[in-house]
């Protein structure tokens, strides 16, 4: 595997489950991101993770968690979701060292519907 | 707070001809940089091309090149050459140069036609 996968593709939940999406980045990168991206609205940042340390939280409900057990991991941890949530959820990872190359690279997206 | 806008929502491009979106930004910073992604059907979004505000010379990718125009605040990006499988949403990004977040733009959609 090479880049930035992301499971499941797609995921649809009910209100009440409890479900979390996952990112793995094969880059060695220094820090990882999670976006939503909704229809009609542009990309919004979610939370940013450098060294495994949540720098951002983009006044995020709650009812998103996130966890980085390691530079090369991130989930994002649902429950009791709303049908507004429903998005593709792309995660992105960038090396975050101060140097010239400061790029992110994506995943996939997971396509989320909430029931 | 930064913003990025990009006053064109679709467009349509004849195979082999050119297209160029527009992109303009709103900062007080001084360095920062500037990328376009790609992102196709399939969902997965790609770096196009990126620029450094402190470069004068504007970006170039093969058939991808930019207009930088610090002073305008505005960031076009050109396709030469128009192929089908440039058809995509196009989307432009701000970040500060001392940190990492991605401001997007609403997106551009364009369709390459045979």
């Known amino acids: 595997e090479t880049g930035v996968t992301q499971t499941p593709r797609h995921l649809v939940m009910g209100m009440t489950n409890k479900k979390s999406l996952k990112c793995e980045q094969h880059?060695?990168?220094?820090?990882m991101y999670w976006y939503k991206q909704s229809a009609k609205k542009p990309l919004e940042l979610m939370f940013v993770?450098?060294?495994?340390?949540?720098?951002e939280n983009n006044s995020v409900p709650s009812r998103f968690s996130p966890e980085c057990p390691n530079s090369s991991h991130l989930f994002l941890h649902l429950h009791t979701l709303q049908p507004e949530d429903s998005a593709l959820y792309l995660c992105a990872s960038s090396q975050d060292d101060g140097g010239a190359e400061e790029t992110q690279y994506f995943g996939p997206g997971t396509r989320l519907l909430v029931l | 707070a930064q913003t990025v806008t990009q006053s064109q929502p679709e467009m349509s491009v004849q195979e082999a001809e050119t297209v160029t979106l527009s992109c303009t930004y709103d900062?007080?910073?001084?360095?920062?940089?500037l990328f376009w992604y790609k992102q196709p059907p399939s969902r997965q979004m790609i770096l196009v091309i990126r620029q450094e505000a402190y470069k004068q010379q504007n970006a170039t990718e093969n058939r991808f090149s930019v207009n930088f125009q610090k002073a305008a605040k505005s960031f076009s990006l050109k396709i030469s050459d128009s192929q089908l499988g440039d058809t995509a949403m196009y989307f432009c990004a701000f970040m500060e140069a001392a940190g990492n977040k991605l401001t997007f733009g609403g997106g551009t959609r364009v369709l390459v036609k045979p």
């Open positions: 993770y450098n060294f495994k340390e949540q720098t």
């Open positions: 880059l060695g990168h220094n820090a």
């Open positions: 900062t007080s910073e001084n360095n920062y940089y």
